[in-house]
C-alpha cells in the first residue's frame, strides 16, 4: 500500500468541510478512487458520475499525469504519490 | 510542443522595420536582451494581440503588453467600470468609474505607450461575432469570467487556428495554459464538459485574493511575448496551477485529446455553438447538481408560511460573511455559519431541531443539508432557491446579487 495525498482545490473544499488535503491508502488507482469515496463522499459524488468515471469538468492528475490516460501498467501506485484534483473555474 | 514558431513569419502589418531612437531608449531594458534584440523589438511592433476582458486577468496583461510595445493591441469587454473591480483591476482607477472598461483602458493604455494601436469592442464578445473579431488578430489573451466566453474563446480559437493563452482565478488559487497551439491540446482536451452552473460560484459570490490575477495575467502577458518572440517553452502541453496561500506553483500534463469534439481526429464542433445553452446558462434549466440530487427541501412560500405559525423553525444561513451584509434573514432569527465552519458548529445546533438551510440560490445550502443530515440533523431541510428566490417572491426590499 502506498500513500496517496490528495490535494482539494479551493472551489471544492465546501465538499470536504473544508479539508485542503488529505490521504488514502492504495496500490492502484482504483483502490485510490474507493479510497476517496470512503474519505469524502462528498467530493467524490463532483468527482465520478454514476458509472464512476470522472467527470468532464474536474481533471485528476496522479504526480502530474492525468488519471484518465494512465495505461494499464501505470495504474499501480508503487511508492507515495500525490493527486491533484483540477476542476474548472472561470474567474478572470 | 518542440520548435513552435514565431507567430508573424514576415510582414503582418505596416509598421516600419527599423526602430526609431526613441523607441531604442523606450525598449532599451529588453532589446539588450540576447533572445529579444532589435529584430525581437521589431516583432512585438509587428505583432497583433486580442484581449478577451479588461478585469483583473486582462489588467495587467494589458499594461505588461502595450509597456513592451505590443503594436497593436485590442480589447474586447462590454462591462463597465464599477468601484468593486478596483480593488484588483488595476488597468482602471478612480475616476474610470461609470465609464465603459474599453474607454478607460484606451485611456490609460494610450498614457502608458502612444506608440500602441488600441483597438476597442465595447461588447460582449458573442458566437455570431466572434469569429469576425478573432480572426484579426496573431494571438489570443483569455481573461474572461464566465465559462460560456471561455467555450467561446477556445472554439472560435481552434476553428481559426489561432493560439489562446489561457489564465482563470478563483479565490487563492489559479490556473494558466497555452490552448490552440498546433499539436498541442485546446481547453476542451482539458475541461471535455462545462460544470453545473450553480457549482462554481464567481469571484462576485465566491471573492479572490486581488494580485492573484496580477500573478495568473502577468504569467499570460509572458507567454503572449514569448510566443510573439518565438522563445522559450511556452506553457503548451501543461497546466500551471498556482495556489497563492501556499506560494506552491505545480505543473500538470495536459495531452491534445484525440477525442476532443473540437479539436480532435474526428470533430464534431465544426463552427459556434450556443454557448450559453452548452455551459446549462439561462436559456436551459439547471439539472439538479449531481451531489445534492434528493436533498430535502422547501420553498419560499412554504417557509414563509411556517415563519407565521406556532412553530418557527430555526434558519441557518450557510454563505460567507460579505454576502450577509447584501442581504440576510436576520430579522426572522437566522444565524450566519458559512458552509465551509459548519464542521465546527455543529455542536451548537439542536440535532432534534427543524432547521432551515439557505445560501443565495440553494447549492451550497444544499450541500450543508447533506453534511448536517450525515451528521445526525434530521430536521435540516434546503430552502429551494436561496434567499434571491425569497427576494424575488416574498420580500422584494432584500437586494438580490
Known amino acids: ?92 | 510542443m518542440g520548435g513552435v514558431g514565431t507567430l508573424m513569419d514576415g510582414s503582418s502589418g505596416t509598421r516600419r522595420p527599423d526602430l526609431t531612437p526613441e523607441e531604442l531608449l523606450r525598449y532599451n531594458r529588453q532589446i539588450i536582451l540576447p533572445r529579444v534584440g532589435p529584430e525581437g523589438q521589431v516583432r512585438l511592433g509587428r505583432a497583433r494581440i486580442l484581449l478577451v476582458g479588461a478585469g483583473g486577468l486582462g489588467s495587467p496583461a494589458a499594461l505588461y503588453l502595450a509597456a513592451a510595445g505590443v503594436g497593436r493591441l485590442g480589447i474586447i469587454d462590454g462591462d463597465i467600470v464599477e468601484l468593486s473591480n478596483l480593488q484588483r483591476q488595476v488597468l482602471h482607477d478612480t475616476p474610470s468609474v461609470g465609464l465603459a472598461k474599453t474607454d478607460s483602458a484606451l485611456h490609460r493604455l494610450s498614457r502608458l505607450n502612444p506608440d500602441v494601436e488600441i483597438v476597442t469592442y465595447p461588447f460582449r464578445l458573442e458566437a455570431r461575432n466572434a469569429l469576425q473579431i478573432l480572426g484579426d488578430w496573431d494571438a489570443v489573451v483569455d481573461g474572461s469570467d464566465n465559462f460560456p466566453t471561455r467555450y467561446l474563446v477556445n472554439d472560435a480559437c481552434v476553428l481559426l487556428g489561432v493560439p489562446f493563452v489561457y489564465g482563470a482565478v478563483f479565490r487563492f488559487e489559479g490556473q494558466a495554459s497555452v490552448f490552440s497551439m498546433r499539436d498541442g491540446p485546446c481547453y476542451r482536451c482539458l475541461f471535455r464538459d462545462p460544470p453545473p452552473p450553480e457549482a462554481v460560484p464567481g469571484c462576485s459570490e465566491a471573492g479572490v485574493l486581488g494580485v492573484l490575477p496580477g500573478l495568473i495575467g502577468t504569467i499570460q502577458a509572458t507567454e503572449a511575448i514569448k510566443l510573439v518572440l518565438g522563445i522559450g517553452s511556452p506553457l503548451v502541453g501543461r497546466l500551471l496551477l498556482v495556489d497563492s496561500l501556499d506560494m506552491e506553483f505545480r505543473e500538470v500534463e495536459v495531452r491534445r485529446d484525440p477525442e476532443c469534439a473540437v479539436c480532435g481526429d474526428e470533430p464534431t464542433v465544426t463552427e459556434l455553438i450556443d454557448y450559453e445553452e452548452f455551459c446549462g446558462g439561462e436559456t436551459v434549466p439547471a439539472a439538479a447538481p449531481p451531489e445534492v440530487e434528493g436533498v430535502p427541501e422547501i420553498d419560499v412560500e412554504e417557509l414563509h408560511a411556517l415563519l407565521g405559525g406556532d412553530r418557527a423553525p430555526r434558519i441557518l444561513d450557510v454563505r460567507e460573511p460579505h454576502e450577509w451584509s447584501i442581504s440576510n434573514l436576520g430579522h426572522l432569527g437566522a444565524t450566519l455559519v458559512p458552509l465551509g465552519s459548519l464542521q465546527e458548529h455543529l455542536d451548537e445546533l439542536d440535532p432534534a431541531e427543524e432547521l432551515i438551510v439557505y445560501c443565495r440560490t440553494g447549492y451550497r445550502s444544499a450541500i450543508a443539508v447533506v453534511q448536517l443530515r450525515k451528521a445526525g440533523h434530521s430536521g435540516a431541510v434546503n430552502l429551494r432557491g436561496g434567499i434571491n428566490e425569497w427576494a424575488r417572491r416574498i420580500d422584494p426590499s432584500l437586494p438580490t446579487y
Open chain 1, 1 to 92: 500500500m502506498s500513500r496517496v495525498t490528495v490535494h482539494v482545490p479551493a472551489p471544492l473544499r465546501e465538499l470536504t468541510g473544508g479539508r485542503a488535503r488529505f490521504a488514502v491508502e492504495a496500490s492502484t488507482v482504483d483502490e485510490m478512487f474507493t479510497g476517496i469515496r470512503t474519505a469524502e463522499p462528498l467530493l467524490a459524488g463532483r468527482i465520478f458520475d454514476d458509472e464512476g468515471t470522472v467527470r468532464g469538468f474536474v481533471n485528476l492528475f496522479l504526480d502530474g499525469r492525468d488519471v484518465r490516460r494512465l495505461e494499464p501498467e501505470s495504474r499501480g501506485i508503487v511508492s507515495d504519490a500525490e493527486l491533484s484534483v483540477v476542476p474548472s473555474v472561470a474567474g478572470g
